[in-house]
């Protein structure tokens, strides 16, 4: 018999971040703001809590303005965090984050002004990563070839 009000254990565990705004050189976000010393907190009380996610998705403004020193920064906290927890990292930009700098920072690969879509498998789960920023704008858009190659992922 099922209790009501209980639910079976999840198929997948995915930790979801979000704003991180990490800024060249390590500098306090609004001159205050501690950025990557609280995601150091929040990911090692990640690692102490015993879960084991397969992915860690850090969404929008990973970057407050855009510098490559920040998106390096950013990499060197998270991915062994990851690597410790097993999980894979998923990168999805914000209105805050610079395609260029975004693109060769966290992905190693030749800088673009190209949209930033990517596709993760894990297990069974497949998690899409839409890049809807305007450069120069706070706003967002797909422009029609996003979703076709949306169209297609799905």
Request: charged share 20%; net charge negative; glycine share 10%.
């Amino acid at each position: 018999m099922i209790q009501l009000g209980q639910h079976p254990p999840p198929a997948h565990t995915i930790v979801h971040i979000s704003d991180t705004h990490f800024l060249a050189g390590g500098a306090l976000l609004h001159g205050a703001i501690e950025a990557e010393e609280n995601l150091r907190q929040a990911l090692g009380q990640l690692e102490r809590s015993g879960i084991r996610p397969e992915a860690l998705v850090f969404t929008g403004d990973l970057a407050d303005l855009g510098e490559p020193d920040a998106y390096r920064r950013l990499r060197a906290i998270v991915e062994p965090a990851a690597a410790r927890l097993g999980a894979e990292v998923v990168w999805v930009m914000g209105n805050h984050d610079e395609r260029l700098q975004y693109s060769s920072g966290l992905f190693d690969t030749e800088a673009t002004e190209a949209p930033q879509d990517r596709v993760h498998d894990l297990g069974g789960l497949r998690i899409i990563s839409l890049d809807t920023t305007v450069p120069g704008f706070h706003h967002g858009e797909l422009t029609d070839g996003q979703l076709e190659w949306l169209a297609d992922v799905l």
